[in-house]
């Protein structure tokens, strides 16, 4: 249902009530934030929407902590669009524990793990995302003006994007709640043109590249300035920056001319442009009327051969992870039921001690290695997945279960729950899941193969420059491979009956079988 009007939802202490939100209607996620936090404490967190999300803008997310965000496939927009300005959760109540002891035990022994640096723990608890921008924009993970470039040819001054140039904004760090890596920063913008006298969070790597790579913009100040206006406004930056791209492209192949965006200089690199054009994005004014809801509805909209600059797989923009440099990023834009998800299979990397755990499955593929090498990938691709799947749906982070040992999630869902949990209940729990997923899109008329894959992104034709140079990727093959580890159809992705039946999901088959 639709409200009538402006409402936010209360959840004290398990009780919920519905609130008139109609004096924070129109305000922006910080201001909301605020307005909550004093009404209800400093302990109540907040998750809401800004402006654009009020809009219905197809790219608007949910923010929380001013700045983190549920950013992609326009979340906000259906928060919008349900009138539904914020969840609001506070409360005192105590965590039911099976087993109090060995959860405590458990929480110390990953702890540890975490501070003596396992898996990603070191990268997490200093630089965080951000000490991997200029090596992405080097590596070639990073795409370059709007996927067509290569960064060590079109990126002027790469260097700004060195950790310890960015570092010099950072005016302290934050935490989510109880986390030992610490690897939220807040900075400051003491003078200039994008001045920032409120703290404000450190773009992460995604954010960064998005406004950066992707626009060939080393102007950091200029990043931090539009990861501002997308937080307040309620915007996912990943899908802003890459529609900025787009359109930056339209106005260099004269598909947009000046008359068309106010007289604004909309080439690559030009940092006061960017900034321009995000703001009107997220006020859906001007150009930004046609940009806000994304390049696959921009281009409808400009026509004119403009969809060969559209970058996006089932209308979801790509985010900063070259298939070119990694492979399988291509079958996991594509392959899974949410689309152009760079987070889903955990970004093809391996969690510590899964490949010893499970050594009858090649994992030496990992983000970024071998990426000449197309074969072979399946079987991790659905470990991973599948993995991952508990990782969303149990809430746990994904930059823990990269920071621990594989073990933490079946050792600490048994102690909290008293089941007797392992790893491999996991991956079929997880499997389970994903037929779940894909039966629901494949119910509502979404067939994940069906939809086009930017050919740039795989490198058709492939580039002639920089560290991919030559790579093009086999996403038939790869999808071949996957499909037959998961047992899906390769045309209609349809699950196996037998496969539904194995899963306990047998009452589906009616639903895409069309049988009793």
């Given at each position: 249902g639709i409200s009538k009007r402006p409402v936010y939802l209360l959840i004290d202490n398990g009780k919920a009530t519905i609130c008139d939100a109609s004096e924070i209607w129109g305000k922006d996620t910080y201001a909301t934030e605020d307005y909550l936090k004093t009404k209800y404490g400093k302990n109540a967190y907040v998750a809401c929407i800004g402006p654009a999300g009020e809009k219905l803008t197809k790219i608007a997310g949910v923010i929380t902590s001013k700045g983190k965000a549920a950013a992609r496939s326009g979340l906000g927009a259906v928060m919008g669009s349900k009138k539904l300005k914020a969840v609001v959760v506070r409360g005192e109540l105590q965590v039911p524990l099976a087993n109090p002891i060995m959860v405590e035990n458990l929480r110390k022994k990953y702890i540890k793990q975490a501070k003596d640096g396992v898996g990603f723990a070191k990268m997490y608890s200093t630089t965080g995302t951000p000490g991997y921008i200029e090596a992405g924009a080097i590596n070639g993970d990073s795409p370059v003006k709007n996927w067509f470039g290569v960064g060590i040819k079109d990126l002027k001054d790469i260097s700004e994007y060195k950790y310890?140039?960015?570092?010099?904004?950072?005016?302290?760090?934050?935490?989510?709640?109880?986390?030992?890596m610490g690897d939220?920063?807040?900075?400051?913008?003491?003078?200039?043109?994008y001045s920032l006298k409120e703290e404000t969070h450190m773009p992460e790597y995604e954010t960064a590249s998005a406004f950066?790579?992707?626009?060939?913009?080393?102007?950091?100040?200029?990043?931090?300035?539009?990861?501002?206006?997308?937080?307040?406004?309620?915007?996912?930056?990943i899908s802003t920056g890459a529609t900025i791209a787009f359109a930056m492209m339209c106005f260099e192949a004269g598909i947009l001319t000046k008359s068309d965006t106010e007289g604004i200089e909309l080439n690559f690199g030009n940092h006061q442009a960017i900034v321009e054009i995000t703001l009107k994005i997220a006020k859906r004014e001007g150009i930004g009327e046609i940009l806000a809801d994304g390049v696959k509805n921009a281009a409808e909209k400009i026509g004119k051969g403009s969809e060969k600059f559209a970058i996006h797989v089932g209308g979801q923009e790509l985010p900063a992870h070259d298939p070119r440099f990694e492979p399988s990023m291509a079958s996991i834009y594509r392959n899974?039921?949410?689309?152009?998800?760079?987070?889903?299979?955990?970004?093809?990397?391996?969690?510590?001690?899964?490949?010893?755990?499970?050594?009858?499955?090649?994992?030496?593929?990992?983000f970024g290695n071998k990426r000449n090498i197309m074969h072979g990938r399946g079987k991790a691709q659905k470990v991973l997945s599948c993995l991952n799947h508990c990782v969303q749906s149990l809430g746990c982070c994904l930059w823990g279960?990269?920071?621990?040992?594989?073990?933490?999630?079946?050792?600490?869902?048994?102690?909290?729950?008293g089941w007797d949990v392992d790893?491999?209940?996991?991956?079929?729990?997880?499997?389970?899941?994903?037929?779940?997923?894909?039966?629901?899109?494949?119910?509502?008329?979404?067939?994940?193969?069906?939809?086009?894959?930017?050919k740039v992104a795989l490198g058709d034709p492939p580039l002639k420059e920089g560290p991919t140079a030559g790579i093009t990727?086999?996403?038939?093959?790869?999808?071949?491979?996957?499909?037959?580890?998961?047992?899906?159809?390769?045309?209609?992705s349809k699950p196996s009956k037998k496969k539904f039946e194995e899963l306990n999901l047998g009452w589906l088959i009616k639903d895409l079988y069309g049988e009793e």
């Open positions: 310890e140039n960015i570092a010099k904004y950072i005016v302290r760090r934050g935490t989510c709640y109880k986390c030992i939220w920063k807040y900075v400051m913008i003491e003078s200039g043109p950066g790579s992707y626009l060939c913009n080393t102007n950091f100040e200029s990043i931090i300035m539009c990861n501002d206006i997308c937080n307040r406004y309620g915007l996912d930056t899974e039921p949410t689309p152009g998800r760079h987070g889903q299979a955990s970004q093809y990397c391996v969690p510590p001690k899964l490949a010893e755990l499970m050594p009858d499955i090649d994992f030496s593929f990992s279960y990269l920071s621990t040992e594989v073990t933490f999630m079946p050792e600490c869902l048994s102690a909290v729950t790893l491999n209940e996991l991956v079929t729990t997880g499997e389970r899941i994903g037929n779940m997923r894909l039966a629901f899109a494949l119910r509502e008329g979404v067939n994940p193969v069906k939809w086009n894959f930017p990727v086999d996403l038939d093959l790869l999808t071949k491979e996957f499909f037959g580890e998961m047992e899906w159809d390769p045309e209609t």
